[in-house]
């Protein structure tokens, strides 16, 4: 099983910008569509972004036009750019497949604060 490490959260003031990123043990054309995820304080997990192996994206409506998701297949590597961060965006953020599967990593804390 191919596992997901994330990394690159951090704090920043609002109008900030981080990149994450998320490292695969294994070859990420073999899982097919990957994706970010992120839960907020007291909220549900939701669907940030998503990227299939052809490189079409899916974003939600929150972070349209602010954030960006790639991957490298290659590198067996996905990234999200953030700008434009909003305090609404603090959350931990995860990445996984789309649909999710069952397991899910530790996680990477963006906090936007001023």
């Known amino acids: 099983q191919v596992q997901l490490v994330e990394s690159g959260g951090g704090s920043v003031q609002p109008g900030g910008s981080l990149r994450l990123s998320c490292v695969a043990s294994?070859?990420?054309?073999?899982?097919?569509?990957m994706a970010w995820y992120r839960q907020a304080p007291g909220k549900g997990r939701e669907l940030v972004a998503r990227?299939?192996?052809?490189?079409?994206?899916t974003y939600a409506d929150s972070v349209k036009g602010r954030f960006t998701i790639t991957r490298d297949n290659a590198k067996n590597t996905m990234s999200l750019q953030m700008d434009s961060l909003k305090p609404e965006d603090t959350a931990v953020y995860y990445c996984?497949?789309?649909?999710?599967?069952?397991?899910w990593g530790q996680g990477t804390q963006v906090t936007v604060s001023s």
């Open positions: 294994g070859n990420i054309i073999s899982i097919g569509t």
């Open positions: 996984n497949t789309w649909p999710s599967g069952p397991h």
């Open positions: 990227i299939n192996t052809y490189y079409a994206t």
